[in-house]
């Protein structure tokens, strides 16, 4: 049995079926009319491959919905766990403490750089 890409992708794949079924269309339908292999609306539909944002789209179009709506809801932390969790405006924060630090990895307000942002 194939491996879930991540739960995102089993969210998007979930709502494609669904909106599909709606429809009364078949999955051979919806890849014909997106122009999307059967093989690869297989795997989105089961979570097991993780589409593009043009294949939403076309996925979308097909099904007279907003392409947004496949993705509603959904956070970086739903596409898996990654070694980084930074966001821009923490990302800038360390760069600034990093930058201000003396030899002793403490910035200038005293507050110690760290490589990872609190769990909290």
């Known amino acids: 049995m194939p491996r879930l890409h ?4 089993k969210t998007i794949g979930l709502r494609i079926r669904e909106a599909r079924q709606a429809l009364g269309i078949s999955m051979e339908d919806l890849s ?9 609306v297989g795997k989105i539909e089961r979570g097991t491959q993780s589409p ?3 294949t939403l789209v076309r996925i979308a179009s097909v099904l ?5 709506s496949l993705i509603s809801g959904l956070t970086s932390r739903d596409f ?4 980084r969790q930074y966001t ?3 990302f800038l ?8 630090a003396g030899e002793d990895g403490a910035a ?13």
Do not use: F, K, V, W
């Open 88 to 90: 821009a405006r923490e």
């Open 108 to 120: 200038e307000n005293g507050t110690p750089y760290r490589a990872e942002p609190d769990a909290s």
């Open 64 to 68: 007279e919905i907003d392409p947004g």
């Open 80 to 83: 898996g766990q990654r070694s």
């Open 32 to 40: 014909h009319l997106s122009e999307l292999s059967l093989t690869s």
């Open 93 to 100: 924060r360390e760069q600034r403490a990093r930058e201000g």
């Open 6 to 9: 991540s739960p995102a992708a």
């Open 52 to 54: 593009s944002a043009e």
